[in-house]
């Protein structure tokens, strides 16, 4: 339904637009200057009037309709979900929007079957009168606007701001998404932190949330949260992957880009650089297939011949693949920078007799340094928030361990563990979740700030 709307609003649009263009034309007859605005002014003029009140409803009327269609559901249901906590009601009324929509749910009823047939009822109801509000609108919309349009008419103005006003909509949704998505963290994580003291999850050695669900991981949880909820063995996991990446990464990418920039041919620069950033778009699941199924065993086959003890799934194995993975992020960012050295560097470099390698070593490098460590934080950034290769290639298990030959896990793979399922968001192994989420963010930020005062210290040196 939705669909169609936004197509029929889209094709009325585009007819307003030439009516309108057409009325300003016939207008001002063969004087076109008579007009303050350009036809097609005029025409954007009309077909904004004749769309976007009709776009501005949906969302409202959505965003309505829905708490109406709620309550009136929980309404006629009362009697029964009287004895229901909250999650359990908001479970009821969810089956009942899939059996409305045709899904299947895992356990159905009588009642839910009903609540879905009344729940369908009410939004068959509520797209019809929506059908009829928004031809209203489009109509309405269209016979105003194309009456107000004349010679004089400040079409162009009207059109400006209307597109003013949009991207300054763009760049709040965008500021106001991240406002949400940071107090989201920091409310869920509140309640976390209700539970369980922040020195204890922040210092704790001991991560096991799952016991929280097990007989003897009740007694205790109800004891101590703290036993379980210690978060020190991901933050190790995480930065000894990283770790492990970044010393695969870093000086692939940087090599690479010196040679590139400064050594390769044009011909060969046009081929490489391409064929290196297709690693970027490569899926990350795929490297977790090649990190599980290849360069694992082949890990621990090569350990074996030295007589050491590797497991099946290392943070070996996840590095080494994570750093192939954000070899393009190094390589590529440090390229252009490199590139943009001024050739005068180079030049006076050569000038004072200094060798190709001297110059790239005591001019170029030093010149490109804010870009370059922009380009590594962006890398470690990318490696701390990888998932798919960790949870193939290292495991699991929160081992407290330095050793790279051992399964270790990461944050975002617990992330992950912990909100898989039906999970009750008033429980604190799901709210752990945020609670790691929130120190991820925390650590990406810094990254980002440290980046930024890296690149503002040394910007002008060589500017």
């Not at 005029?42 to 501005?56: K, M, N, S």
């Amino acid at each position: 339904m939705t669909t169609t709307l936004l197509f029929g609003i889209a094709v009325v649009a585009i007819v307003a637009y030439f009516l309108g263009r057409g009325r300003a034309i016939q207008l001002a007859g063969p004087d076109i200057s008579a007009l303050h605005s350009r036809p097609s002014y005029h025409g954007y003029y009309l077909a904004i009037l004749a769309a976007l009140p009709a776009l501005l409803l949906m969302p409202v009327w959505a965003f309505i309709s829905q708490r109406i269609i709620s309550g009136s559901i929980s309404s006629q249901f009362a009697s029964y979900l009287a004895d229901m906590s909250r999650p359990q009601i908001e479970a009821f009324l969810r089956d009942a929007e899939t059996l409305a929509e045709g899904g299947t749910i895992a356990f159905s009823d009588e009642m839910k079957e009903q609540a879905a047939r009344a729940l369908a009822s009410l939004q068959s109801t509520s797209s019809t009168l929506l059908l009829f509000c928004v031809a209203a609108l489009v109509l309405a919309g269209t016979v105003w606007g194309y009456r107000q349009i004349s010679l004089r008419k400040r079409a162009r103005h009207i059109v400006e701001r209307t597109l003013r006003v949009f991207l300054i909509a763009c760049s709040a949704v965008a500021i106001l998404t991240t406002v949400g998505i940071v107090f989201s963290l920091i409310f869920e994580s509140l309640r976390f932190f209700d539970r369980v003291s922040v020195f204890d999850f922040l210092f704790g050695i001991h991560w096991s949330p799952q016991s929280a669900f097990e007989g003897a991981g009740r007694e205790a949880l109800a004891e101590d949260n703290s036993v379980i909820f210690g978060a020190i063995p991901l933050f190790a996991g995480t930065l000894l992957i990283t770790f492990v990446a970044m010393l695969v990464a870093g000086p692939i990418g940087l090599m690479s880009a010196i040679y590139l920039s400064d050594y390769a041919s044009d011909r060969f620069r046009a081929v490489a650089k391409p064929m290196l950033e297709i690693l970027a778009g490569v899926p990350t699941v795929v490297y977790g297939f090649f990190a599980a199924l290849t360069v694992a065993p082949a890990i621990r086959g090569w350990g074996e011949g030295l007589g050491l003890s590797v497991s099946s799934e290392s943070a070996l194995a996840a590095g080494v693949v994570m750093g192939i993975m954000i070899i393009p992020f190094v390589s590529s960012l440090s390229d252009d920078v490199i590139n943009a050295v001024p050739q005068s560097l180079r030049d006076g470099s050569a000038g004072l007799g200094a060798t190709k390698s001297e110059t790239i070593r005591k001019v170029v490098l030093p010149a490109a340094l804010p870009g370059i460590v922009s380009a590594m934080l962006l890398a470690v950034s990318r490696a701390v928030g990888e998932t798919m290769i960790v949870v193939m290639a290292a495991g699991l298990a929160a081992n407290l361990t330095i050793n790279p030959l051992e399964a270790v896990t990461t944050v975002t793979v617990q992330i992950v563990t912990l909100l898989v399922g039906d999970q009750e968001f008033d429980s604190a192994k799901t709210l752990a979740a945020f609670a790691l989420g929130l120190v991820l963010f925390i650590i990406t930020l810094c990254l980002n700030v440290i980046a930024l005062k890296v690149v503002q210290k040394y910007r002008e040196q060589y500017d």
